[in-house]
């Protein structure tokens, strides 16, 4: 039986895309095992979908001074040993890796043990990990076209962003009845983020009268942001997190507020919902988010505000200009021509492990 270990942690947006070629993968008779951090978010996701899961020690790479460098090193070692003795174990026929910190010590042992190492970019610019991973790789995945210029030629392969299949399939009543919601007005999905964001958050909640003129308003507002002072606000539904429900959530939104990390962007158009992106500001981030929102504004997929810009009046205005244009962004989207990322990831994953 052919068998491979996927690894990424660190957000959610390093795991969904791995989640997204299990059942492909299962199909294709792979045995599937998960390397991933012992206690990150990756390990509660895994478990869900009854994968074996192996957590290994993860110390972050920064690119700035901090005492915390000269600990995590220690720790990478030990998660690069690690990796070393669970890959042996394993035997798997090749290695898929979608980043965050914990991915470095499995590439890296991989390659040590002739594993076939495939690594997937998610964003425009390569994060450091997978700047790290790439010279043991033998392809390199990408998600947007203007990556490919930051990568080695003969590695790169443009193969989008794989999303799972379920959210395709939703239940736009469902979601209106999970949300206590009818189908009298529009409703406005707000997602920050797996962490969820504190100045979407508030502004939203302070424009919220505003909003629930137009709009019946259903937030992911992440671990431990619900506020009970909002919870019997009739057209307004918080959750901190959704899993299940997602599907239903995502095909009764009109239009949609949201971060810019890749994972969702792609979401966002396998879907085809008009949306304001507000990336993160190169504050809080390397700038990523700015250039994944920037390139999907570009192709008329949706609308930017940046978080620097972000009041009370900006919001309302520009989240009103979505749902005025919203057919616009719809066809935009509907005039993508790919081939499904699942599909050609899972060819490569074949090509490679074969040879």
């Known amino acids: 039986m ?5 690894t990424g942690g660190g957000t959610s947006g390093h795991v969904t895309p791995n989640i997204a070629l299990i059942p492909r993968l299962k199909s294709r008779g792979y045995s599937i095992y998960y390397i991933g951090s012992r206690n990150g978010i990756e390990k509660q996701l895994i478990e869900r979908e009854s994968i074996p899961y192996y957590g290994i020690s993860a110390g972050k790479l ?3 001074f901090d005492v915390k460098n000269f600990t995590d090193i220690f720790r990478i070692i030990g998660g690069f040993g690690q990796a070393l003795s669970i890959l042996r174990k394993i035997k798997p026929d090749v290695v898929f890796s979608k980043g965050g910190f914990v991915s470095c010590p499995v590439v890296w042992a991989a390659w040590v043990l002739r594993i076939p190492v495939i690594i997937h970019e998610s964003d425009i610019t390569p994060g450091l990990t997978n700047k790290l991973s790439m010279p043991f790789a033998k392809k390199v995945c990408y998600t947007f076209p203007e ?4 990568l080695i030629r003969e590695k790169a392969c443009f193969t989008g962003l794989p999303v799972r299949e379920e ?3 939703g239940d736009r009543i469902k979601g209106y009845k999970l949300c206590g919601f009818s189908s009298m007005k529009p409703v406005l999905m707000v997602i920050g983020g797996s962490q969820g964001s504190e100045n979407i958050n508030r502004i939203v909640r302070e424009v919220l009268d505003e909003l629930l003129k137009t709009y019946q308003v259903v937030h992911i507002c992440g671990k431990g942001n619900v506020k009970k002072e909002f919870e019997n606000i009739k057209g307004y539904k918080q959750f901190e997190y959704v899993n299940e429900e997602l599907p239903d959530i995502y095909a009764c939104a009109d239009i949609m507020v949201s971060r810019a990390g890749a994972t969702v962007l792609f979401e966002i158009l396998s879907l085809k919902k008009p949306a304001l992106l507000i990336p993160l500001s190169r504050n809080a981030s390397r700038g990523d988010q700015i250039l994944n929102a920037e390139s999907f504004r570009k192709n008329g997929y949706s609308e930017v505000l940046y978080e620097e810009e972000m009041t009370a009046g900006t919001l309302v205005e520009k989240v009103n200009e979505v749902y005025h244009n919203r ?4 066809k935009a989207m509907n005039a993508v021509g790919f081939q499904n990322p699942v599909d050609k990831i899972t060819e490569l994953i074949e090509e490679v492990s074969r040879g």
């Open 62 to 64: 920064r690119r700035y």
């Open 327 to 330: 057919n616009e962004y719809i």
């Open 147 to 150: 990556t490919e210029k930051h």
């Open 2 to 6: 052919k068998c491979i270990v996927l």
């Open 167 to 169: 959210l395709l399939s």
